[in-house]
């Protein structure tokens, strides 16, 4: 049997915190679709079918990134750095565009710094997650996520 590769702690997490967003994102849109006809009945700034079809999107966008991540894909990891701010920006659009409420307009500046922090952390991860644990473990380290072994 060939020496199992482990992986950097932070990039666990970061992998299981992507996942998570998905499954999130998921049960969003699982209960405005299961609650339907109560979204229909309020009076929000986008139609019904609106954050169930954004949650389902982005669910399966983090769902897959998340698994990508916890295998070690470099696809995932360059993906993801992508995503990030993306989302970002679709959720600042939606927000500039939608939220008209006085809560949404209050919460707005802590919301937007939470996301941000959040966002930063998972990018630095992504991008240096994996070199620390490389380096110490010497000549024959096996590269992690964003890294290339050269021989």
Request: aromatic share 12%; charged share 15%.
């Amino acid at each position: 049997m060939g020496k199992r590769k482990s992986r950097p702690l932070a990039v666990t997490l970061t992998a299981g915190g992507v996942f998570l967003l998905g499954a999130g994102n998921l049960v969003q849109s699982g209960q405005v679709l299961f609650r339907y006809d109560l979204f229909r009945s309020l009076p929000l700034s986008v139609p019904a079918w609106y954050p169930a079809l954004g949650g389902a999107v982005w669910g399966a966008v983090w769902i897959v990134l998340g698994a990508g991540l916890w295998r070690g894909r470099e696809w995932a990891r360059r993906s993801a750095l992508i995503a990030i701010p993306l989302q970002l920006g679709f959720w600042i659009a939606d927000w500039a565009l939608f939220s008209r409420s006085t809560i949404a307009i209050q919460s707005f500046a802590f919301d937007f710094f939470l996301r941000l922090l959040i966002a930063g952390l998972a990018a630095g991860v992504l991008l240096f997650g994996g070199r620390r644990e490389e380096r110490r473990g010497g000549p024959d380290a096996q590269p992690e996520i964003g890294q290339s072994h050269v021989d």
